[in-house]
DNA sequence: GGCATAATTCAACACTTGTAGAGTTCAACG
DNA sequence: CGTTGAACTCTACAAGTGTTGAATTATGCC
């Protein structure tokens, strides 16, 4: 939203930009259904017609709104790589996602994900697959699991299921004893825990095979 | 819904709880905005304004369907207890929970409040007073954790971490791995990282003492 | 029987939602 | 200058929302 009016040529649209921040910001606070494309007009300084007119349907702006600005596997194989020895792995991958969860560029994108999977089956499933096909596949890869090996998912579920907890109770719900507390101090407590479920000595079950040998995309 | 048709004494009325029923349908399956007061009243077979005329309006509606049928405190006392001797206490509790979230009575209840807690704010401070208040308490004095600690606030916080996290991807997200394995599996993988969090050694974070000495209610 | 009373529905209001198309403004280009 | 074309706004529609008050139906009590 740099300069007001009509008349730019194209290619120097921000405005369009503003409506996709503006959209994340609503998406982030109320999710799918609590965002209306006016109230994103409205925070963007725009008509609702022209988010219409950029974007056509709520779900398409939805769609572009929550397109990643990074590659989340690269970002986490080169957050990863350095702790290879697999020492403080687990409180290396807490406090990298907590940083990336809460940095400026993702925080919108990963509440308004969030918020959306909830209630949105569109954006369920876009969490889901985005969550079976880049996250699992890179942390177990990164934590240098064998691939083609059931427990391989089954352990990064569990890791999945340990850091959404974490996101939920520390950036949705806001807990106390959750929210008011360092990264550092999280990445130290859950940091183990995490750790076990990726190295540990679980014991697995019986069928995982039927699970993972879904297709990837 | 026993009876249909108007005229029945005061008292008798099943319709209202059919209407609460429906409701807590409506609310687990599309959140607090999703659920829509003709929804529900079609779902139990009732005009809209019946609903009006019984809960006045949709917030009233909501905190009365989501008003828990138990006293969790005193059920997940009698649950646990018989395994006081703190060992496989974890697992027991994974157990019990997940058990109880799946069951006839409580999961509509604890899945409208989840995924209402999410979009709308009334419920997210249902939910979170609700596990301040009665959950987190009760868990740490069964786990024989010290009260009036501000470690036992901060335990009880990272296993509810944990749990919201459980229930998150596998009853909302549905994440194949996790909801595709039986609970006792997910009993046998995940008990020891609660118990580390209810007994094991923590770096515990300095200042929880503020944390611990918020009001009760 | 008639009467009170509760249960239930009808019809409608006032508002918000996503969406659509016609119209307006303005910079660039010839 | 006039034309073009994109950026942008106005107005509006059709559907859906929570909510309301009046009307209707049936029951138990006298």
């Not at 520390?170 to 959750?178: D, I, S």
């Amino acid at each position: 939203m740099t300069r007001r009016g009509p008349g730019r040529r194209a290619g120097d649209s921000g405005t369009r930009e503003a409506i996709a921040e503006a959209a994340r910001g609503q998406f982030a606070e109320h999710g799918y259904r609590g965002a209306t494309i006016r109230a994103i007009a409205a925070a963007a300084g725009v008509d609702p017609a022209l988010v219409h007119h950029y974007y056509g349907t709520k779900e398409a702006l939805f769609a572009a709104a929550m397109r990643l600005p990074i590659v989340p596997s690269e970002v986490l194989t080169a957050a990863l790589a350095p702790s290879a020895g697999l020492d403080g792995f687990g409180a290396h991958l807490v406090r990298t996602a907590l940083t990336l969860w809460e940095s400026d560029g993702l925080r919108e994108t990963f509440l308004g994900l969030l918020r959306s999977a909830v209630t949105s089956e569109q954006a369920a499933v876009m969490l889901r697959e985005f969550i079976a096909d880049s996250i699992l596949g890179t942390v177990a890869r990164v934590a240098g699991l064998p691939a083609a090996d059931g427990q391989a998912e089954y352990r990064a579920a569990m890791v999945a299921t340990q850091m959404l907890g974490l996101a939920l109770t520390r950036l949705v719900l806001r807990l106390p004893a959750v929210a008011d507390v360092s990264i550092e101090e999280l990445a130290a407590t859950v940091g183990p825990s995490v750790e076990r479920y990726l190295t540990g000595d679980l014991a697995m079950p019986a069928r995982q095979a039927r699970i993972a040998s879904r297709r990837p995309g």
